[in-house]
């Protein structure tokens, strides 16, 4: 589509009496610090009885990085349970799976009573959660090691 826009993203709109947009704002992505928003809002109609025209602006947003901890064993249900049990995001838990990649097999490496310790960015905006960013430290003591 025209915008990008992922099927369940938030776009908020505000419209005026008559039911007509006002303006629309959508985030376009971005990083844990900063979101792109693409900004679109009504300005002066034309002409009397003309239609309203509407500018558009793509614009940087910082956001609040807070830094988010997880730590915890692993289950007898596996790696994956274990993740989910200790509330780190997916998106995390792919970062981490990279950064052992070559080094550690995930599906058979990891043994219950091995234990992780994870530090990564969430960016937040005005106190909502926007999106997770780097994995700022990674701790895994696989089998004693």
Avoid: C, W
Avoid at 37 to 53: C, Q, S
């Amino acid at each position: 589509g025209l915008l990008n826009l992922d099927a369940g993203q938030a776009v908020q709109a505000e419209i005026d009496d008559h039911n007509l947009l006002v303006s629309l704002q959508a985030n376009l992505g971005g990083d844990a610090a900063a979101s792109r928003e693409l900004v679109i809002e009504r300005v002066a109609p034309k002409a009397e009885g003309g239609d309203y025209t509407y500018k558009a602006r793509v614009q940087s947003v910082d956001n609040d990085v807070h830094y988010e901890m997880a730590s915890g064993g692993i289950e007898a249900g596996g790696f994956f349970k274990s993740m989910d049990s200790a509330n780190v995001p997916d998106d995390i838990v792919q970062k981490m799976i990279s950064i052992f990649s070559g080094v550690i097999d995930f599906h058979h490496d990891i043994a219950k009573g091995d234990r992780f310790r994870i530090v990564y960015e969430a960016g937040f905006r005005d106190g909502a959660f926007v999106r997770n960013g780097r994995v700022v430290a990674v701790e895994l003591i696989n089998r004693n090691t």
